[in-house]
């Protein structure tokens, strides 16, 4: 009696596991004559090499994260696409990019710019320009701290702006980002709003 029950379980464990080796798709290459007659999609899955899960899983859930966008992403990034038809630059900019995941769009920043971008000539500057002393004033109306190891910033400090040594000098934009144009073909002076001569060469310095 005990010999039936045990063949029984044992048959039955059997079964569940080749369902569930079944389902996942992997125990074809060693035990195919177990299984039902494969269809060509099946056999397309058998002929594949075999699944290396340590190092595949952990990819596949941070491509499927990235492809996840927030709401308020989204939301911003709509914003931001009518700018991106001449800035095409700033949509792979790190501070472009870290605010549009917190829901803040360029317009958040530089204003709507209606006039500005709707001017073929390029000559009317947009809403809102950030001269260097107004940098820290607008960055620090949402970041009131900066909960950062000192050797961090140190380091970046020697990375970024070695030649910046007097620290009333920095700003924010020195060490986050790189927001800044290297080639321009249009300039305004940013606090009086004119618009400046034609450089022949641009200059490291443009800012
Ligand atoms: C029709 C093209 C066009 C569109 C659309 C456009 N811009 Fe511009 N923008 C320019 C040009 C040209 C410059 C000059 C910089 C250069 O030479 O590349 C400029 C410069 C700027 C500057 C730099 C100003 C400074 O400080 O000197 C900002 C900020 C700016 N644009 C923001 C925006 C924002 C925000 C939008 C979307 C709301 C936008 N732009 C849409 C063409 C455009
Ligand atoms: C969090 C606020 C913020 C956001 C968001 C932002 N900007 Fe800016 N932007 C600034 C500041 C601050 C400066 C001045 C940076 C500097 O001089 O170092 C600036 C400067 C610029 C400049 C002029 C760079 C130069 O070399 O003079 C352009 C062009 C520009 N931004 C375009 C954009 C576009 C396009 C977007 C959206 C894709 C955007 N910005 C989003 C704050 C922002
Ligand atoms: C209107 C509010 C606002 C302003 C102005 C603003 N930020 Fe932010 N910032 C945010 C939000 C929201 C986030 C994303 C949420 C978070 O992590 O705090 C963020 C994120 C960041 C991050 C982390 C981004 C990342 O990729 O993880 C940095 C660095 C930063 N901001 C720097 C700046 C600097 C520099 C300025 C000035 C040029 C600035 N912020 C102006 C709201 C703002
Ligand atoms: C000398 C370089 C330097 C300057 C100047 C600087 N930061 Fe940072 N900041 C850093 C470093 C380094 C980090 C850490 C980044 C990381 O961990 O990858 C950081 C992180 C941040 C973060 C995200 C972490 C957090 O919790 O604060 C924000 C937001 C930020 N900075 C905003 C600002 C603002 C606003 C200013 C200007 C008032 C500024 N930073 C000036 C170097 C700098």
């Avoid at 803040?104 to 500057?125: K, L, M, W, Y």
């Avoid at 900066?146 to 140190?154: L, N, R, S």
């Amino acid at each position: 009696m005990r010999k039936v029950y045990l063949g029984i379980l044992l048959s039955s464990v059997m079964a569940l596991l080749m369902a569930g080796l079944h389902a996942t798709g992997m125990a074809y290459q060693g035990i195919p004559d177990l299984l039902p007659t494969a269809t060509a999609q099946e056999q397309e899955k058998r002929d594949l090499p075999p699944l290396i899960l340590d190092d595949e899983a952990p990819l596949l859930l941070e491509d499927q994260e990235t492809a996840k966008k927030s709401d308020q992403e989204i939301k911003a990034l709509a914003e931001s696409q009518p700018c991106f038809v001449c800035h095409v630059n700033y949509q792979e900019e790190v501070l472009a990019s870290g605010h549009a995941k917190g829901g803040i769009s360029c317009v958040q920043c530089h204003g709507d710019s209606f006039a500005h971008r709707n001017d073929e000539n390029n000559t009317t500057p947009p809403d809102i320009m950030v001269p260097a002393e107004d940098i820290e004033p607008l960055c620090v109306t949402c970041h009131m701290m900066h909960d950062v190891p000192a050797a961090k910033v140190i380091a970046r400090w020697q990375e970024r702006c070695p030649d910046k040594q007097d620290p009333l000098t920095i700003v924010c934009t020195d060490c986050h980002g790189q927001h800044r144009l290297t080639v321009r073909t249009v300039q305004w002076n940013k606090k009086t709003r004119q618009l400046l001569p034609a450089k022949p060469k641009p200059t490291e310095t443009d800012s």
